[in-house]
Structure formats: structure tokens, C-alpha cells
């Protein structure tokens, strides 16, 4: 089974910029969540989208949206991009509600210039 | 609340040794403790995880203790190889209150390094 597949790997932006990034869950898993890992604040939580519904949501602005679509696919946004959003976004991926068990991709890695 | 305080940053420790990492948290609604287990250039993988009914879970060298009254818990690695060597973290989270398990609070990391 093919594990949480996140593109793109690798991605340079200028501040002021959009990014938009994507996550294929494991397939049947139908939970997603986000993570933003940096050195300064470690991992964490921004949001976690079940059955398209976002279900919680982190402390981060408005500026970083998601969606989930029919298919348990997901993807991210950060809109005007700061100097600070620089940082490794990881897709996690859980069967369903209840569900305790996280599967992480490898993440993308955003640098913002 | 919702820290989970990880303990220590680094640990260095002989091959054949044991590793020990500590996690403290504060909300008593957590009933979730999974540990990651993170290489470079990799996402976390889930090493090991309890339930706070539970005092002691074992999976291979791994030990998970698990104190609820102190609302300690802790990852016991026997017979540390230098493939263990990686980022270890410890986290945290609840099915109830309308939260969900998919949200992860996580300790600080600890950057463990198995001398041959």
C-alpha cells in the first residue's frame, strides 16, 4: 500500500506569493490532517479536514486555508507568503474518525525569499 | 494547557545502551500518547503509542511508561543501535470534546545520536 504522497518535495516562493500544496492520502483513509515543522516552534497543528469538513483548526491566520475533496485528496494554501512561513508543511493521513493512528508523508519544504 | 513539555533536547548515548526521553503534559483530557520517530529529510513515523489505562507498553526495545497522576509519561529505548539515532517526539491528543485524534500536540523533540 502506498504510503501519504505530498508535492511538491520542494518549493521556492517570494514573499507576497500564493502557494498551493497537495496531499494524497494512504488510500482508504478518508482523515487529514496539516503540520508546519521549523526549528524555532517544532511541529504544529493546522488544521484537519474529514468526509471535505474541516473538523479543527490551529492557531494560524487566515492567510493558510485547506480543502478536502470526494476523494480524501487534500490540499493547503498560504496566501501573501512571509518571510516566516518558511518551513517543512507535513500531510498526515488517519482512517476516519476515532481514528488515533497518524501516517505522515515526507513532507514539503517551502522556502520563502 | 495543551503543552507537552519534552525533555531532553539531545542525548548521546553508547551502542548496546539505553535511551531515555520524558514528556510532561498538562491537559488532563489527553487520553492519547503516541511517540514519532523522524529521520532527516523524512516525515514522523509512529514508533510506539498508550492509552492512560495502562502503566507500561513494550513493543520490541521499545518500553513506553506511563504515570497518569503525574502526567508523566516516557520512551525507554534497550539496546540502543546507531540506527536509532534520529529525532524522537513525543505527543498527545484526545477524542473527546469535539476534538479529534487527527490534532497532535507535540513535545519539542529530542535529537537522539547512538555512538557505535
Known amino acids: 500500500k502506498a504510503g501519504v504522497t505530498q508535492t511538491p518535495r520542494y518549493l521556492i516562493k517570494t514573499r507576497g506569493q500564493q502557494v498551493t500544496l497537495s496531499c494524497s492520502p494512504i488510500?482508504?483513509?478518508?482523515?487529514v490532517s496539516w503540520y508546519q515543522q521549523t526549528p524555532g516552534q517544532g511541529l504544529q497543528f493546522l488544521f484537519e479536514?474529514?468526509?471535505?469538513?474541516?473538523?479543527n483548526k490551529g492557531n494560524f491566520p487566515g492567510r493558510f486555508s485547506g480543502r478536502q475533496f470526494s476523494n480524501s485528496r487534500s490540499e493547503m494554501n498560504v496566501s501573501t507568503l512571509e518571510l516566516g512561513d518558511s518551513a517543512l508543511y507535513l500531510c498526515a493521513s488517519s482512517f476516519g474518525q476515532g481514528t488515533e493512528k497518524l501516517f505522515f508523508g515526507s513532507g514539503t519544504q517551502l522556502s520563502v525569499l | 494547557q495543551q503543552q507537552v513539555k519534552q525533555s531532553p533536547q539531545s542525548l548521546i548515548v553508547q551502542k548496546g545502551g539505553i535511551s531515555i526521553i520524558n514528556c510532561a503534559y498538562e491537559n488532563t483530557a489527553f487520553d492519547y500518547f503516541p511517540w514519532y520517530q523522524q529521520f532527516p529529510g523524512k516525515g514522523p513515523a509512529l514508533l510506539i503509542a498508550?492509552?492512560?489505562?495502562?502503566s507500561e507498553k513494550k513493543e520490541g526495545r521499545f518500553t513506553i511508561s506511563f504515570n497518569k497522576s503525574a502526567k508523566q509519561f516516557s520512551l525507554h529505548i534497550m539496546d540502543s543501535q546507531p540506527g536509532d539515532s534520529a529525532t524522537y517526539f513525543c505527543?498527545?491528543?484526545?477524542?473527546?470534546?469535539?476534538?479529534?485524534?487527527?490534532?497532535?500536540?507535540f513535545g519539542q523533540g529530542t535529537i537522539l545520536t547512538v555512538h557505535p
Open positions: 488510500s482508504g483513509h478518508r482523515s
Open positions: 498508550i492509552r492512560p489505562d495502562v
Open positions: 505527543a498527545a491528543s484526545s477524542g473527546a470534546g469535539g476534538t479529534s485524534y487527527g490534532k497532535l500536540t
Open positions: 479536514y474529514f468526509s471535505e469538513t474541516q473538523r
